[in-house]
């Protein structure tokens, strides 16, 4: 057989990287290497932000915001179609015989094992610095309404997301999607309430990432709020799907793996504020 025959459609061959845009066909996809273009812009303007805000600073302040901001569009145009190409370019093609509910869902608990040792990194570092002298001056007022709104947001999501997956079961699809509905709307409300939050501290306080304590609150709170961020564009693609007849009681693993990134994203806002919100505060006393 020559090197330079062409392989014919259907004999078992895989195409290559990149044949599935924009057909869908093949499991090679270029998507999450954008997806990884986009985190690499979001450290890559982090740095620069540094280097342009220093007291002798060598590039413009504006480029590390540009850069950060780009590399989180970036970002987000690799997950849409990283999820567009695997979940919903070729559903109806494909029968209920061949779903692998568990390895989908064993998957995602592998994933947030690793996203556990994520975290628990960020905190240890903030026990770090507790072990210093405490209070640090820097330390800005954190119990604001801002916060309370927020954690009440993100646990009520939890519940409506838990009700919105038993109406599914439960073949109720209006009352799924009202709830799922919300859901979304309570995930958007805590993006822009930290948003807000960022901006009242920053602008109004002073408070920077460049203060000890800073480091490790917006280090925390920031990584936190990628996931939110990331967990809503989930939680929008379930909804997209949910309007197309696309889940079920029989198609529920895509709405079983967001619902377990969901929960473990609460989780780990209830660690946060007890531990930097509250903790910090209370310790001030």
């Known amino acids: 057989m ?20 924009p057909a869908g066909r093949s499991e090679a996809t270029w998507w999450p290497v954008v997806c990884a273009l986009g985190v690499v812009g979001l450290y890559l303007g982090a740095g620069l932000y540094f280097f342009g805000n220093g007291d002798v600073a060598p590039i413009p302040g504006i480029y590390g915001p540009v850069v950060f901001l780009s590399g989180a569009a970036v970002f987000l145009v690799g997950l849409f179609g990283w999820l567009y190409h695997a979940f919903l370019i070729d559903f109806w093609t494909r029968g209920l015989a061949e779903r692998a509910p568990r390895a989908l869902r064993g998957g995602m608990v592998l994933f ?28 800005p007022g954190l119990l604001s309404p801002v916060l309370f709104v927020n954690t009440v947001a993100l646990l009520a999501s939890s519940v409506t997301l838990h009700s919105a997956h038993s109406a599914l079961e439960d073949g109720n699809r209006r009352r799924f999607l009202s709830l799922l509905g919300a859901t979304l709307a309570l995930g958007v409300l805590f993006v822009f309430g930290q948003i807000y ?21 917006y280090g925390l709170t920031g990584l936190h709020g990628l996931h939110v961020v990331s967990g809503t564009i989930l939680l929008g693609v379930l909804f997209a799907r949910g309007l197309l007849g696309q889940l079920s009681g029989e198609r529920d693993t895509s709405m079983v793996t967001v619902s377990f990134y969901w929960h473990f994203v609460d989780l780990v806002w209830v660690f946060i504020v007890t531990l930097l919100y509250v903790g910090a505060s209370v310790s001030l006393a």
């Open 197 to 217: 939050e960022y901006y009242d501290l920053i602008v109004k306080e002073g408070f920077t990432i460049s203060s000890t304590f800073g480091s490790a609150f």
């Open 2 to 21: 020559g090197t330079n025959e062409a392989v014919e459609p259907g004999d078992g061959q895989e195409p290559p990287a990149g044949a599935d845009v």
């Open 112 to 139: 947030l094992i690793s996203d556990i040792a994520t975290f628990s990194a960020g905190f240890i570092y903030y026990l770090f610095i507790r072990a210093g002298g405490w209070p640090p001056s820097e330390l």
